[in-house]
């Protein structure tokens, strides 16, 4: 099913959460030249969509939300989670950070961020989950509509629950 026009907006956002690409999903495990882990199912109503720039992405049609994952691995790069977060951001405005927390995923420390903003003047709602492990840097993400954020929020966190690097 094609996306609608702001649906394809969030997915041209998505572009600019990282490289990756290229792999390939069986399962639930997604598995490329970089990395290997394995994901919790988003759920039926999730459907997967190929973004060039991303391992894995799904679009719930009924909530218009988008969830996403990136892993980029570089054992030299070594950046704060916190800056790693706001990189997620770059393109959106009038933002506003509902909240910021440290939570454990896959045995690490992760941050977990909500934030309210806009692309291209259209109101969105993000949960960001950045997480740091054996040289990769892990980026999740749920984007939808401020009124359907807390319908497609319950799916997204099982996706992310689901969460742990794979040894090939």
């Known amino acids: 099913m094609p996306l609608r026009g702001f649906e394809w907006c969030l997915a ?14 069986r399962g639930h495990v997604y598995e490329d030249g970089e990395a290997t ?3 919790g199912p988003p759920g039926s109503a999730w459907q997967r969509i190929e ?5 894995l992405a799904w679009h719930d049609p009924s909530t ?3 969830i996403q994952v990136n892993a980029t691995c570089d054992p030299f790069r070594d950046v704060p989670l916190t800056s ?6 770059i393109g959106f405005t009038d933002r506003e950070r509902v909240s910021s927390d440290t ?11 909500h934030v309210l903003a806009s692309l291209d003047g259209v109101p ?16 999740f993400a749920l984007i939808a509509p401020p009124d359907s954020y807390r319908e497609a929020e319950p799916s997204f966190e099982r996706f992310v629950g689901g969460f742990t690097t794979v040894t090939p």
């Open 37 to 39: 882990y394995r994901v």
């Open 124 to 139: 969105r709602a993000l949960l960001l989950y950045v997480l740091k492990k054996d040289e990769c840097t892990y980026d």
């Open 64 to 66: 218009h939300a988008i």
């Open 12 to 25: 041209l956002a998505l572009l600019c959460f990282g490289c990756g690409g290229g792999g390939s999903l």
């Open 51 to 55: 973004l060039s720039q991303n391992d």
């Open 84 to 89: 790693l977060t706001n990189h997620l951001l």
């Open 103 to 113: 939570v454990r995923l896959d045995g690490r420390e992760a941050l977990r961020t």
